[in-house]
């Protein structure tokens, strides 16, 4: 096996091991260090403010992208939808919305459990409904797809 690695290989290898060079950690300088703490800083701070959705007050119900019914997120029920394959069932309690089942093979949409933000989507492809959150929107109106 030892005969099989090429030189330049080799060296590459030597050289991530650290033989004979210095650990690169000892390359930076104090600006890099504090640039990487930005960075790192900077990151953890966007995700809060970018990555979070709005606060939802209905669920809509489509079926072949068609509006079948909008529900308020103010009272808990159950809703049926009748699609190409089966029946969806969709749970609503205030605040959130889910499907509780539905007759597609893989249950992606089931997984997904409770969508709680405004524009959240929950798509049963091969029955063809969709259950979608909205509201008021967050800062940049992004949706479940987007992420």
Do not use: F
Not at 40 to 67: E, H, N, T
């Amino acid at each position: 096996m030892k005969g099989t690695v090429p030189d330049g290989l080799r060296e590459l290898l030597a050289q991530a091991a650290g033989d004979g060079h210095v650990p690169w950690r000892t390359l930076l300088k104090p600006g890099d260090w504090l640039l990487l703490l930005a960075a790192a800083v900077s990151v953890a701070a966007s995700y809060p403010l970018l990555w979070r959705g709005g606060v939802a007050d209905r669920a809509i119900v489509k079926r072949d992208g068609q509006l079948v019914t909008e529900l308020a997120l103010n009272l808990p029920r159950k809703y049926e939808v009748t699609g190409a394959i089966g029946t969806t069932v969709i749970e609503v309690q205030p605040g959130r919305a889910r499907v509780v089942s539905d007759p597609g093979p893989r249950q992606y949409c089931v997984q997904q459990g409770w969508l709680t933000r405004a524009n959240a989507v929950a798509i049963c492809a091969p029955n063809h409904v969709t259950l979608q959150l909205s509201g008021r929107g967050g800062p940049n109106g992004y949706d479940t797809l987007n992420y």
